[in-house]
C-alpha cells in the first residue's frame, strides 16, 4: 500500500470517528428523534453496512464476534447517544476519548504494567484534566450526560481490549453489531413503552449515516489502513478525534470553544500522548534487543 493510501485512509477514518459525535449531536439537538431510536438505527444499519463488507472481501474469515463484546459494545453505544442528549460534540468526544485510554491503560496496570516517569506523569495528567473538565462551574458540562459518555468510554475500552486477536476485524466487528440488533430493539421497545419514541426523516438519516458511514465503512477502512501503520502510529493519531470533533461541533454546530475544553484537551490529550509513545518506545527497545545481543556475540 503507497503511503499517500495509507495516510488518505487514515485521515478518512479519523474524520468518521469524529462525525459519530457530529451526527449523534446534530441528531439529538435538531431533530425529534429520541436516543434510544437513534442508538436502533446506528446499529441496525452499522450492522447490515459491515455485513456486507464482510460478505464482500476476500481473505481471512477467523472469528464472528461473541455475546460478551456484543453488549460492551451496545453499552458504549446506548450511552454514547443519551449523553448526547445534553453534551456538546467536543465535550463528548474528549470524554469519551478520555475514558476508552484510562480503562486501556488502567487494565495494564491490573495485569502488572508499571507506569514510572513520562508515562506515570502523562497518565496523571490526563486523568487530572479529565478531574477538570468535570468541576463544578460556569462552563462545566452536564453531570448526567458526561457521566454517560464516562460510562460509554469504559464499554469501548472493554470492548477493544476482548477484540484483540480475535480474528479478522470487520468480520468479528460485524457479528457483534449484529448480535445488538436484539438488545437495542428491547431498549427502544422499553422506551417507547414508558416514555414514548419519536423519529422524523432528518433524525432516521443522521442515524443511518452515522450507523452505515462513520461506524460501519469508517470501520471498515480504519481496519485496511491499520496494518500499513506502526503501533505508535496508529495509537497517536487517534489523538486527532476529539480536536476534528471540537472543529466540526464548531463549524457545523455553532458550538463555544471554552478555556475549560480547552485546557481540559491539553491535559487528557497531551498525557494519554506521553503514555502511549513512551509504552511503544520502550517496546520497541525490548523488541530490538535480542538481536543486538546476538549480533555482538557472533
Known amino acids: 500500500m503507497s503511503r499517500l493510501r495509507v495516510i488518505t485512509l487514515t485521515a478518512l477514518a479519523m474524520i468518521a470517528f469524529a462525525g459519530n459525535s ?16 437513534f442508538t436502533t438505527v446506528r446499529l441496525v444499519s452499522g ?25 460492551a459494545l451496545f453499552l458504549y453505544a446506548a450511552g454514547f447517544s443519551f449523553a448526547y442528549v445534553s453534551l456538546p460534540a467536543a465535550t463528548g468526544a474528549l470524554l469519551l476519548f478520555g475514558a476508552v485510554q484510562a480503562t486501556m491503560i488502567g487494565r495494564g496496570i491490573w495485569a502488572g504494567e508499571r507506569l514510572r516517569g513520562l508515562p506515570l506523569v502523562g497518565f496523571i495528567l490526563a486523568l487530572g484534566g479529565l478531574v477538570g473538565l468535570l468541576l463544578p462551574g460556569l462552563s462545566a458540562p452536564p453531570l448526567l450526560g458526561s457521566m454517560l459518555m464516562l460510562g460509554a468510554g469504559i464499554a469501548w475500552g472493554v ?17 457483534n453489531f449484529l448480535r445488538t440488533v436484539p ?13 414514548g419514541a419519536s423519529l422524523d426523516g432528518a433524525g432516521l438519516a443522521y ?3 452515522s450507523g452505515a458511514l462513520a461506524s460501519g465503512i469508517g470501520y471498515a477502512i480504519w481496519y485496511t489502513a491499520l496494518p500499513a501503520l506502526q503501533a505508535t502510529h496508529a ?3 487517534q489523538l486527532s478525534v476529539p480536536v476534528i470533533a471540537a472543529l466540526g461541533g464548531i463549524v457545523f454546530l455553532g458550538e463555544a470553544l471554552t478555556l475549560r475544553l480547552v485546557l481540559a484537551s491539553v491535559a487528557i490529550l497531551g498525557g494519554i500522548a506521553l ?5 511503544q518506545d520502550r517496546k520497541g527497545l525490548g523488541q530490538r534487543a535480542p538481536a543486538a545481543v546476538a549480533s555482538r556475540r557472533g
Open 22 to 37: 457530529l451526527l449523534c449531536r446534530l441528531a439529538l439537538k435538531d431533530t425529534a428523534i429520541d436516543a434510544a431510536s
Open 47 to 71: 450492522a447490515l453496512t459491515l455485513w456486507l463488507i464482510a460478505r464482500m472481501r476476500q481473505g481471512a474469515h477467523t472469528g464472528g464476534g461473541s455475546w460478551p463484546s456484543a453488549f
Open 159 to 175: 470492548y477493544s481490549l476482548r477484540g484483540k486477536a480475535a480474528g479478522d476485524p470487520t468480520r468479528v466487528t460485524a457479528g
Open 183 to 195: 438488545v437495542a430493539a428491547a431498549l427502544s421497545t422499553i422506551t417507547y413503552l414508558y416514555a
Open 207 to 209: 442515524a443511518i449515516a
Open 235 to 237: 495509537a497517536t493519531v
Open 275 to 279: 503514555v502511549i509513545v513512551e509504552k
